[in-house]
């Protein structure tokens, strides 16, 4: 069985694999030089966006294969960046609303003006009806991918339920989060086994042993994955390649992923409702996407 990393943000039996070998261990290495000199989270969110705008500034000129590995690189700078401001978020619990917040807009915000950048390079009606149908799946396919990975930590711990999201004025936050955590409410049942401790420890080994397989399909929908689609759907002369993968392919995964983690939940409700009553309380959300940044 694979561990967590040291910080215990993170269940390897679900992450990315570059994001084991490459991204982590990137960000790990800088997280000593970023506590000692105080680099907050919220800056290294910052210089990532700027990582990402450069990178979209590079894929203006996708055309060219050498623009396009610059993109990539820088990308894959944007994503260290994304997981060090957790890493240095939770090594000076320093935590916030404004950093989650901030963590999202940052994430939505390179992939935008990637999309916005190659649409106006095709220049046509139908590369932007690729670029927004596109954007729009990523956004709601990423909404329900953090909210189930958020649901996989918290159960193979053991926990029932997590704290409440906190209250947001802004309606894209506040549908954001809607979304990643209408399923929480419709899994109210199968966590209300988890508040009996006399199996709690026993449905999370069974919980996260069968949910890891689901889980691992969606790896599909994470920011690593399309920052390698785009560049290879741009080394292959045509960046629609990468909204058709997200349009259709990830589509796909989406559905399944869900429908097979819920076939779980039934499954483990079966089994274990024998052993204790459960009675139907109000749900409350847990979505964090790094389960660092509430």
Request: net charge positive; with cysteine; hydrophobic share 50%.
């Amino acid at each position: 069985m694979t561990t967590p990393p040291p910080d215990g943000s993170r269940d390897r039996r679900i992450e990315d694999p570059t994001n084991l070998w490459i991204i982590h261990p990137a960000g790990r290495a800088l997280l000593p030089w970023a506590v000692e000199h105080r680099v907050s989270a919220n800056l290294v969110s910052v210089v990532g966006l700027g990582l990402g705008i450069l990178a979209a500034s590079a894929y203006a000129q996708w055309h060219d294969w050498r623009f396009a590995l610059v993109g990539l690189a820088l990308s894959i700078g944007w994503l260290i960046a994304d997981g060090l401001d957790g890493m240095v978020a939770r090594a000076t619990n320093t935590a916030s609303a404004v950093g989650r917040v901030l963590d999202g807009v940052c994430d939505h915000g390179v992939f935008i003006l990637i999309y916005v950048v190659i649409a106006t390079s095709i220049g046509t009606g139908e590369g932007w009806a690729w670029a927004l149908g596109a954007g729009a799946a990523h956004a709601v396919q990423s909404s329900l991918y953090e909210g189930e990975r958020a649901r996989f930590h918290r159960r193979a711990r053991g926990l029932s339920r997590g704290p409440a999201l906190p209250a947001s004025g802004n309606p894209v936050v506040r549908g954001y989060d809607s979304l990643a955590t209408w399923i929480d409410r419709v899994s109210t049942r199968f966590d209300s086994l988890f508040d009996d401790r006399t199996i709690a420890l026993r449905l999370a080994a069974a919980y996260a042993a069968r949910a890891a397989a689901p889980m691992r399909l969606m790896i599909l929908l994470t920011a690593n994955v399309r920052v390698y689609a785009i560049f290879l759907a741009c080394l292959a002369g045509d960046p629609r390649w990468f909204w058709w993968f997200e349009l259709v392919p990830l589509f796909i995964v989406t559905i399944i992923g869900i429908a097979w983690h819920r076939q779980v939940e039934s499954s483990l409700l079966s089994q274990f409702s024998a052993a204790t009553p459960v009675t139907a309380v109000p749900s409350f959300s847990f979505h964090s996407k790094d389960s660092n940044r509430p």
